[in-house]
Each structure stands twice: as structure tokens, then as C-alpha cells.
């Protein structure tokens, strides 16, 4: 069964730092582009950060923009987001989507929780 896992989540104060995992089960990520989501309670989810799958190109959303960090390993079965300077608007369920490239098939993590808060 193709699944991706997420870990990583906890709690930290505000300013401390996090990394969260994604990692595949059944496939390797070469193929796809990975994003983060989080889904604060009340809140839609919302995209975090991205990285294709062809030449690594990044993208963040403005409120993580040079806090969080994106990257796929070497061996190209896990995928990371570095996470500091964390503030307590950044709590919220992380989930990490693979997406294959030509076909578009998504596979979505269960989540992580990331609380942070003084």
C-alpha cells in the first residue's frame, strides 16, 4: 500500500524550532512534488511549502517565508520541513501531500500535530 507518514510534530515555545518528516511507504519520491498543509481548529487548510519534483524549485507562503525550510533527502523516500522561529500562529495539524508528476495522484499523510505556545 502506497502511503506517506508524517512525524515530527510536538510542541515548542514560541522562537524554538521543529522538523517535521514525511516519509514514503511503498514508493520513492523521485516522482513527486511534496507540499505541507496545516489546518489550524476553525481554519481551512492552507499551503505551507512546496518542492517539485524536477529541479527541487521551492515555494513558501508568505507568513513562513524564511522560517521553514523544504527538502527531500538523497535517497528520495523522505521528505523534511524545518521549521524555526516558530510562532503560536503556526500551531495547527501539519500534513504533507506527495504529488506524482504526468498523473497528478495524491497521497496525503494522517498529520502531525504542532502546538506552540509560551
Known amino acids: 500500500q502506497l502511503q506517506v507518514v508524517e512525524s515530527g510534530g510536538g510542541s515548542a515555545q514560541p522562537g524554538g524550532s521543529l522538523r517535521l518528516s514525511c516519509a514514503a511507504s511503498g514508493f520513492s519520491l523521485d516522482n513527486y512534488a511534496i507540499g505541507w498543509f496545516r489546518q489550524a481548529p476553525g481554519k481551512e487548510r492552507e499551503g505551507v511549502a512546496c518542492i517539485s519534483s524536477v529541479d527541487a524549485y521551492t515555494r513558501y507562503a508568505d507568513s513562513v517565508q524564511g522560517r521553514f525550510t523544504i527538502a527531500k533527502d538523497n535517497a528520495g523516500d523522505t521528505a523534511f520541513l524545518q521549521m524555526n522561529d516558530l510562532k503560536p500562529e503556526d500551531s495547527g495539524v501539519y500534513y504533507c501531500?506527495?504529488?506524482?508528476?504526468?498523473?497528478?495522484?495524491?497521497?496525503w499523510g494522517q498529520g502531525t500535530q504542532v502546538t506552540v505556545s509560551s
Open positions: 501531500k506527495a504529488r506524482r508528476i504526468y498523473t497528478n495522484e495524491d497521497y
